[in-house]
Nanobody, 125 residues
Framework: QLQAFGGGLVQAGGSLRLSCAAS????????MGWFRQAPGKEREFVAC????????YYAESVKGRFTISRDNAKNTVYLQMNSLKPEDTAVYYC????????????????????WGQGTLVTVSS
């Protein structure tokens, strides 16, 4: 089970840190990703991280502003969001998939089997 939290209302240029806590699984065996869905738009990829944390990939729209990280001892993945823009407003979802024997990252939503409930981020102008 995945639970995302940390969303809220922030002014443009501000920062938020999202967290996604995993329970009932061997967290270190899972590649993790963050996706978002803005009102009236399709869900889109934001960032992903391999199980070791050694491989990371970002969407171009957030590169240089967002940072994904994980703490396997705490079964948690984070998304630090800086220099937020109004277009970052969306419901943010964390996702997990097993990656036994590999250390890959995954940018496509269908690659993930488990999803959190989402946390709303609203950036005001």
């Amino acid at each position: 089970q995945l639970q995302a939290f940390g969303g809220g209302l922030v002014q443009a240029g501000g920062s938020l840190r999202l967290s996604c806590a995993a329970s009932g699984r061997t967290f270190s065996s899972y590649a993790m990703g963050w996706f978002r869905q803005a009102p009236g738009k399709e869900r889109e990829f934001v960032a992903c991280i391999s199980w070791s944390g050694g491989r990371i990939y970002y969407a171009e729209s957030v590169k240089g502003r967002f940072t994904i990280s994980r703490d396997n001892a705490k079964n948690t993945v984070y998304l630090q969001m800086n220099s937020l823009k109004p277009e970052d407003t969306a419901v943010y979802y964390c996702a997990a998939r097993t990656d036994y024997g590999g250390d890959s990252y995954y940018t496509e939503a269908p690659h993930y089997g488990d999803w959190g409930q989402g946390t709303l981020v609203t950036v005001s102008s």
